[in-house]
């Protein structure tokens, strides 16, 4: 059993540029996160799904797109890559939208430069 | 707006000692409380998992307690050992409109010293 699976690892962009970062996961969970890790501070939300075809915001999601086109899948989309993107993404999911905690992936390490 | 505060930010202490994490959050609605493991340049790995309906809850050498009331929660370590050496993040788990979404600490970066 994988968990959640990010891809890539490691990444470095340069400013303008657009990519997607993938996450999968193999558990069929409903509810899927996706938070980004800045230097020395906790986690903050990017954007969520409750299930295929329904997204929503979170805390700052200025700058990021997503899908949810099937119930593995939830692929963060980056436009017009900014240095203030640089971080470390985290994809998360849930079976009950959090009454059984969360499994979270490895994480993808990004530099915009 | 939710807030969750963790002290210290960081915490050196010989191995074999007992300590204590603290973790506050400014609005007691939450919906449960989830304690993380984070090595460095790794992700997060679930340590404890507290309903709202708990006090607490232990596995092996941890425990963490949670008091809603005041908006507090701890995570005690026994017997620390090197391989605790991590940074520990609490974090709130609030429900909104269908879907809990979870607020994050700051982390407290612990060191254990052979």
């Known amino acids: 059993n994988a968990g959640v699976t990010q891809t890539p690892k490691f990444h470095i962009l340069k400013i303008g540029q657009s990519m997607t970062l993938q996450c999968t996961q193999d558990?069929?969970?409903?509810?899927m996160y996706w938070y980004r890790q800045d230097p020395g501070m906790g986690l903050k939300l990017i954007y969520y799904?409750?299930?295929?075809?329904?997204?929503d915001k979170g805390e700052v999601p200025n700058g990021y797109n997503v899908s949810r086109s099937t119930t593995e899948d939830f692929p963060l989309r980056l436009e017009l890559a900014a240095p203030s993107q640089t971080s470390v993404y985290f994809c998360?999911?849930?079976?009950?939208?959090?009454?059984?905690?969360?499994?979270f992936g490895s994480g993808t390490r990004l530099t915009v430069v | 707006k939710q807030e969750v505060t963790q002290i210290p930010a960081a915490l050196s202490v010989p191995e074999g000692e007992n300590l204590v994490l603290n973790c506050s959050f400014t609005?007691?609605?939450?919906?449960?409380l989830q304690w993380f493991r984070q090595d460095p340049g790794k992700g997060l790995t679930s340590l404890l998992l507290?309903?709202?309906?708990?006090r607490e809850q232990t596995s092996g050498r941890l425990n963490a307690s949670l008091d809603k009331s005041s908006g507090r929660s701890t995570l005690y370590i026994a017997a620390s050992q090197p391989g605790d050496s991590a940074t520990y993040l609490c974090?709130?788990?609030?429900?909104?409109?269908?879907?809990?979404?979870?607020?994050f600490g700051q982390g407290t970066r612990l060191t254990i010293n052979p």
């Open positions: 558990m069929n969970h409903n509810y």
């Open positions: 998360a999911s849930s079976q009950t939208g959090g009454w059984n905690g969360y499994t």
């Open positions: 507290i309903q709202s309906s708990q």
């Open positions: 799904s409750v299930g295929a075809g329904i997204t």
């Open positions: 609005d007691s609605a939450i919906y449960n």
């Open positions: 974090a709130v788990i609030l429900e909104n409109q269908g879907a809990q979404k979870l607020v």
